[in-house]
């Protein structure tokens, strides 16, 4: 089968369990981001694809063959590091040939090579430069065409981007994403960043505490989220209670709403709705009712804060559909079922 | 493959350090005055020896007073100098930085030769307090290095937190840098004091022929010939120092304190 | 706290303890030891002052210029000897765990604390007839019969490796603990072996660092002044040791002054060198 595969893999430090039994296909040619809070076990894994850490339970597979023991040197593929480990005493040339030399690659074919990666990063002409001469950004770029210089089965980067600035970083995402797809290599990318995750990525992995939560494409974790935590950590988001009183009806905070249903037998459970897809009204007819305590006008959007018993929800609007209230006045919440996601708790 | 390999490296680095340790340790336990190894019997009156002996005990207590005063005359010398250099902006200052960190760099004959014709020009040749003083200039580099890295690892904004709540710079220097800089002292302290227990030559070009020190005396019995009194005081040395420095490792950051940045590297 | 420059005299104050100390007891007796070198000895006594260059014009013989060269020799190959075993060994040591590291620190700083005499009498009774590793070989049956394996050059160079060796692990440990251990990953996802990396990478990339390593401990080396007595034959004798025999056996303080004042001349010229030399290596 074609493409990596992790079977249960799983890493302990002494008592501490940092990845733990994870399972995961990721096709070959595909773009994965792997996403979570910092401690989640995200570096790890990619570390142990990588083979800078070991597994202590489970396999890795690349295209069929087990790698899980095979040496890094061994394994052909091409790392970006968050220090992106530039090395100081080769010039930017010499940097991306290395992989090359160290193969036993002959001088005028790393030279061509380089030369082209050169063009493609667009830094032609740079070759000869130190590697501490260069921006930020051009040193991403070395850091990058280096690791692709052997044309490697598997391309791995370890918030490769997390070092620019926030302009830069966008541009960045863009065209990595290019690259990747023009190249169509298997590419996993790790980071915290859920707009960098959203940009580039054909599968979104989200972990927490050494697990994967949700794998999936990145429209349907955001519309689909599989739990709370997915549904909070990706984009911002309203989570409510709501009770089932096993005839149909359901309250949310309290509150009768209609047409929303948690689903067989179930009695209690979280509804997630995005704040773009909340509605505010008149009170009364059926909506929830609260009390507008803060209203944040961005320019491009207007965040409305409602009080709902005691919890917090936001509305967001654009200027055109601008809800006419002010802070103190009672208003009407609408819940649409078909945009709120019913959580087990 | 790569890991067995650092093994036996570091175990062969290991037996390099340790063999000479081996041998007078096994030498230092023989039942007669032989050298011998490996031992013939086995008697540990060699260590008794040490104190009982009126020679080797002065020379010990020798050995303590020196190393006790020249190292707190060191630390003395170090902190107000590493101090200055940190409050006050004074380029010309660091001179006394570069004065500090010669004498132990330079080859130590040439500082014992400077400290005797000194002491021989001047008409103390042979007091014993000069030793003192020629210690403590001979071993300021280390309290002073190991204090200019105590005071760079200070924030600055804590001393401007205190004068913020009325603490004037004395006051600052009692209450906020003092503590914090108490543990670079106490090593300061110790890698001086192991340090000029062990010095032999500007000991011995100071106040050579009027006071034994541990290693002038091993010395000298070993111009005359053999006991096994040298092997066991060699034991005891480095047992000494391999105490204290276990100590100032338990207590403080040894390796901060020996370069490294921060205490979480591992 | 912001820093600034003194503004009244007794900002000073902390400045002049110090300061006294290191102008009259290292300054002045460095100067006194450069105007004794100019002076003429006395016999029985110390010397009497002058103003004369005889004791510079004994060098000018092939004696000097042997035990010169002899001693420039040793140092050199004591600082290659320690820097090959230490740069490996520090590396490795930098990427071991913290308390692991400890140990050998508290190790290593033990041996370097020992005094030449200490070390000399160890390593001479290690390298001695009755209680050296000989009998173990003996033991061992690879040896039929034990023997003194001094006075000899193996040994003086032996014991000022062995003197020097903790030396140069705590003077490339700072430098190599901040070498970032991304690089060697790196290397090696790019498919350098272990070793490979660290001499494509770590060597390379610690260059400089490896030539001050050279300096340091070569003049540390230069200043061993009872292990080439104590091991070595007296065509083994270095620099300092003729300048410590001198000085005390021989009573020449003035000789022994002009010695030592060149011994620092040709320390501190063959550094400017290095360095010099490093620069241009590096703008080119």
Redesign the interface.
């Known amino acids: 089968m074609s493409g990596l595969a992790l079977n249960n893999v799983t890493k302990e430090f002494g008592t501490f369990t940092a990845v733990n039994n994870v399972e995961l296909m990721v096709p070959h040619g595909t773009f994965v981001c792997m996403l979570g809070p910092s401690g989640c076990g995200k570096t790890t894994l990619l570390r142990m694809i990588?083979?800078?850490d070991l597994p202590t339970g489970g396999a890795i597979r690349l295209d069929g063959e087990d790698i899980t023991h095979v040496?890094?040197?061994?394994?052909?593929?091409?790392?970006v590091?968050?220090?992106l480990?530039l090395?100081?005493?080769?010039t930017v040339g010499e940097n991306i040939a290395?992989?090359l030399?160290?193969?036993g690659v002959p001088k005028e074919d790393q030279k061509k090579r380089v030369d082209e990666l050169l063009s493609m990063i667009h830094l032609s002409g740079y070759a000869d430069r130190p590697v501490a001469k260069l921006s930020g950004g051009q040193r991403q770029r070395v850091a990058i065409a280096?690791?692709l210089s052997?044309s490697p089965k598997l391309f791995?980067l370890d918030e490769p981007l997390s070092a620019l600035d926030a302009k830069l970083r966008e541009a960045m995402q863009v065209e990595l994403r290019q690259l990747q797809q023009k190249l169509g290599i298997t590419t996993i990318v790790v980071t915290h960043d859920q707009r960098e995750a959203m940009t580039m990525a054909d599968t979104v992995v989200v972990m927490k505490g050494g697990e994967i939560r949700q794998a999936a494409s990145p429209i349907e974790i955001y519309r689909r989220p599989a739990d709370t935590f997915v549904a909070d950590f990706i984009g911002s988001t309203n989570l409510l209670e709501a009770e089932a009183d096993g005839t149909g009806a359901v309250a949310v905070l309290g509150q009768p709403v209609s047409g929303v249903s948690l689903g067989a037998g179930v009695r209690k459970a979280t509804l997630s709705i995005r704040p773009e897809d909340v509605h505010l009204t008149a009170p009364g007819n059926g909506a929830l009712s609260g009390t507008v305590t803060f209203v944040r006008d961005l320019g491009g959007t207007i965040e409305t804060f409602v009080d709902i018993a005691g919890r917090q929800l936001v509305a967001v609007s654009t200027p055109r559909a601008r809800p006419d209230v002010t802070v103190g006045q009672p208003v009407g919440v609408v819940l649409l079922p078909d945009v709120c996601v019913v959580l087990a708790k | 493959m790569t890991g067995a390999l650092s093994k036996v490296y570091f175990f062969l680095i290991g037996l390099f350090l340790a063999a000479p340790m081996i041998v007078v340790a096994g030498v230092s336990v023989n039942a007669k005055q032989t050298l011998a190894f490996p031992p013939k019997g086995f008697s540990l009156s060699w260590y008794g020896e040490i104190f009982l002996n009126p020679e080797w005990r002065n020379a010990l207590f020798a050995s303590l007073t020196l190393a006790i005063l020249s190292a707190a005359l060191a630390v003395a010398i170090a902190l107000p100098l590493a101090w200055f250099l940190w409050r006050r902006i004074a380029p010309w200052a660091n001179i006394f930085q570069l004065l500090g960190i010669a004498p132990f760099t330079l080859p130590p004959v040439i500082t014992a030769l400077g400290l005797l014709t000194f002491w021989a020009t001047t008409g103390f040749y042979g007091q014993p307090w000069t030793a003192v003083v020629s210690h403590a200039i001979f071993f300021v580099t280390l309290p002073l290095v190991t204090l200019s890295l105590g005071f760079t690892a200070i924030d600055r904004s804590l001393v401007e937190a205190a004068a913020t709540m009325g603490a004037d710079d004395k006051t600052i220097f009692r209450t906020v840098v003092l503590p914090l800089i108490l543990p670079y002292i106490v090593s300061g302290y110790a890698f001086a004091f192991v340090l000029s227990l062990n010095e032999y030559i500007v000991a011995y070009m100071t106040v050579g022929f009027t006071m034994e020190t541990l290693p002038i005396k091993i010395f000298n019995a070993l111009r005359y010939g053999y006991t096994p009194t040298m092997a066991s005081v060699t034991i005891l040395f480095v047992a000494t120092a391999a105490i204290i420095f276990s100590l100032v490792a338990r207590f403080g950051d040894l390796p901060k304190l020996l370069g490294a940045m921060s205490s979480d590297d591992t | 706290m912001r820093r600034e420059a003194p503004q009244k005299l007794s900002d000073y104050g902390p400045l002049f303890f110090p300061a006294t100390m290191l102008i009259v007891f290292f300054v002045v007796p460095f100067a006194t030891m450069i105007a004794v070198s100019f002076f003429q000895r006395q016999q029985g006594g110390f010397y009497v002052p002058a103003f004369q260059f005889a004791n510079y014009e004994r060098f000018l013989s092939l004696f000097f210029a042997n035990v010169l060269g002899f001693s420039l020799m040793l140092a050199v190959t004591v600082a290659i000897c320690c820097v090959v075993l230490a740069v490996p060994f520090t590396y490795l040591l930098t990427r071991m765990r913290r308390k692991v590291q400890i140990v050998w620190l508290v190790a290593l700083l033990s041996v370097l604390s020992l005094s030449e005499v200490i070390i000399g009498f160890a390593w001479s009774t290690l390298f001695s007839r009755t209680a050296g590793i000989t009998n173990l070989l003996v033991m061992a049956g690879i040896m039929s019969e034990a023997k003194a394996l001094l006075p000899s050059f193996g040994a003086v160079l032996t014991g000022m490796v062995y003197q020097a060796f903790p030396y140069t692990v705590l003077v490339l440990y700072p430098a190599l603990v901040r070498l970032d251990p991304t690089l060697t990953e790196a290397a090696r996802t790019l498919g350098a072996s272990p070793i490979k990396a660290f001499f494509t990478v770590v060597v390379p990339a610690l260059r400089n660092t490896i030539t001050a390593t050279l300096i340091m401990v070569f003049i540390f080396a230069l200043g061993s002044y009872l292990l080439p007595q104590l091991l070595g034959r007296p065509q083994h004798w270095t620099l300092s040791v003729l300048i410590t025999d001198q000085a005390i056996y021989q009573s020449n303080m003035p000789f022994a002054a002009a010695m030592a004042v060149f011994l620092v001349l040709v320390t501190l010229g063959l550094v400017a060198l290095t360095v010099l030399a490093g620069r241009k290596g590096e703008a080119a």
């Not at chain 1, 061994?74 to 790392?79: E, F, I, S, W």
């Open positions: 990588a083979g800078l040496p890094t040197h061994k394994r052909n593929l091409g790392m590091f968050q220090s480990a090395f100081p005493h080769l290395y992989p030399r160290i193969r280096r690791a052997i791995l």
